[in-house]
């Protein structure tokens, strides 16, 4: 027998399953969130890294559907590192009392539909089950750490761990000898922190990346007024473009306007703060390889003009994609580190690593004898933290069999054949190619609404039409084919996780595009699916 019963059913207390759960309960649901972690907002919580921060703007971070939380909480940084972050989720946590629905330390290993009952049970870790008329996973689209597959792993005698897996306690790298392995988003800002104080750093890259500067800066007591003032014109702007961002991309063609003047737009936009050189560029480098190839060369010379040693700075420049097709790490003095004489750059392309031993990592040429290893080697990402719960279906199936091709869904919200399992930031989701707490607002807000629907219409479970869920996957496709993504192998493409099928797995047609689509479907009594 099942321990209790719910109305609802919440996996993860990040930012995503904490709002949904506050909306649920104002449909006076009995709702439990189960969490693996011991405290609330998975991200900010796992990733404590040394120099771990957003790299959307604080403000566009922030929930936007209370007035008093936007009131009472200050934000320090214009883009705030994880400390602040993992406060501020914690101070919503408490301003909502939401703790007393979480069950913390809680990892969900399973979850079947029953389907006499129309009801799903969900096994924890050690045997504790439960039921509820609802399943909603607020996973996380990068929650699925991904250690590599390199042989000798357990062998090294020395401290290590995955970025996502840091500890609690402060790491001191003064004295040591410290290799870390991966140079995406992650990596990047761990590098640049590690190098100020290590005694020597080696940095193994199995692939370059096209960064940008971050541009930060602190926002001072005097600010604050006019920034909480300025907070419905900010989420305006962000609902109105195309990632959630206030970035907005540039209508013209690069091609539309004269050398000099989109010199002086790229020089604007790479001394700015955030995303906009990616964002709020012209439109075209996202879609037309020869556009994409001139923002291309203005990011290398940035990285030749940064960086003294050449040979260095060629290995530090991308090869095999152009700028923007990969997700862009922000950085902070990244590249003048290999300025450093205390930094070594190993090219893993030409040099691969054959094992980690006792003392270090043996790559082909050399052995690197280390005090700690870094792996940001980063996340199976969007599907992986689906297939590490067995979730079976109305008829048994497995949802892992199910995406065996790659994901199929409706809205990447529902599944056909999974009844009453809805996902927030789900595979082909508007929210997973977003600024995630402005797109997350809309997936709760639809979701709670769906359920409200079937409260009013005493509906027992709903489900996505096979049909619906075809053609919104031919419909990710189709918008997929018109970027410059499917074009590398990045995170986005699964192409990083070895024996994964190299699909699409988010969606980028566009937030306003989504949020259309979700409104039309609502609106025409949810056509495409079933509720009984």
């Not at 649920?24 to 439990?32: A, F």
């Not at 559907?65 to 883009?79: G, P, Q």
């Not at 922000?330 to 190993?346: A, D, G, I, W």
Request: aromatic share 12%.
């Amino acid at each position: 027998m099942s321990n209790a019963q719910y109305d609802a059913i919440i996996i993860g207390a990040g930012i995503s399953g904490m709002y949904q759960l506050y909306r649920l309960r104002e449909l006076g649901m009995n709702v439990r969130m189960y969490e693996t972690s011991d405290g609330v907002d998975s991200t900010w919580y796992w990733n404590r890294y040394p120099g771990a921060r957003f790299d959307s703007e604080s403000y566009t971070y922030a929930y936007s559907f209370s007035e008093e939380i936007l009131k009472e909480w200050n934000w320090t940084e214009h883009f705030s590192g994880q400390a602040d972050n993992e406060r501020y989720f914690n101070f919503v946590a408490d301003k909502l009392d939401l703790r007393k629905d979480i069950q913390f330390n809680s990892k969900v290993t399973a979850a079947k539909f029953i389907k006499g009952d129309d009801l799903w049970e969900v096994e924890l870790e050690g045997g504790e089950k439960a039921r509820a008329r609802f399943l909603i996973t607020a996973v996380g689209v990068l929650s699925a750490t991904q250690m590599p597959r390199i042989e000798g792993i357990d062998s090294f005698k020395g401290d290590y761990c995955h970025t996502s897996r840091w500890p609690k306690t402060p790491v001191d790298f003064k004295g040591k000898r410290v290799g870390v392995i991966g140079t995406g988003a992650t990596g990047v800002q761990v590098i640049q922190e590690v190098a100020k104080t290590a005694e020597h750093l080696t940095v193994f890259q199995l692939d370059a990346s096209w960064c940008a500067p971050l541009n930060n800066s602190k926002i001072t007591d005097e600010e604050q007024p006019a920034l909480k003032a300025s907070y419905p014109e900010l989420f305006k702007i962000c609902k109105e473009s195309g990632a959630g961002f206030l970035h907005q991309f540039d209508m013209r063609s690069i091609f539309d306007v004269s050398p000099e003047e989109r010199e002086a737009k790229f020089e604007k936009l790479y001394g700015e703060p955030g995303f906009g050189i990616w964002l709020a560029n012209f439109y075209d480098i996202m879609t037309d390889e020869k556009a994409n190839a001139i923002i291309t060369e203005f990011i290398a010379r940035k990285i030749r003009e940064r960086v003294k040693d050449p040979k260095v700075a060629d290995i530090l420049i991308p090869k095999d994609h152009g700028f923007g097709m990969k997700r862009v790490p922000m950085e902070t003095k990244y590249f003048e580190v290999y300025n450093q004489p205390n930094v070594t750059l190993v090219d893993l392309r030409a040099t691969p690593i054959e094992r980690v031993n006792e003392t270090g990592i043996k790559t082909s040429d050399k052995q690197y004898d280390l005090d700690f290893i870094v792996y940001a080697t980063g996340f199976d990402a969007v599907t992986g933290a689906f297939k590490r719960i067995d979730i079976r279906g109305e008829d048994g199936q497995a949802l892992v069999d199910k995406w065996s091709g790659g994901p199929e869904t409706y809205l990447g919200m529902q599944v056909n054949g999974f009844p009453n399992m809805f996902m927030l930031v789900g595979p082909h989701n508007g929210a997973t190619f977003c600024n995630i707490p402005r797109c997350i607002e809309q997936n709760v807000e639809w979701v709670t609404d769906l359920v409200k629907h079937m409260q009013n219409h005493q509906y027992k479970r709903c489900e996505a039409t096979r049909d619906a869920e075809l053609a919104w996957t031919d419909h990710v496709y189709e918008t997929a084919a018109g970027s410059l993504f499917t074009k590398a192998d990045s995170w986005f493409m699964g192409a990083n996780t070895p024996g994964k099928k190299r699909t699409f797995l988010l969606y980028a047609g566009g937030a306003p595009n989504y949020r259309k689509k979700c409104d039309e479907v609502a609106a025409n009594n949810y056509e495409g699916f079933k509720m009984v």
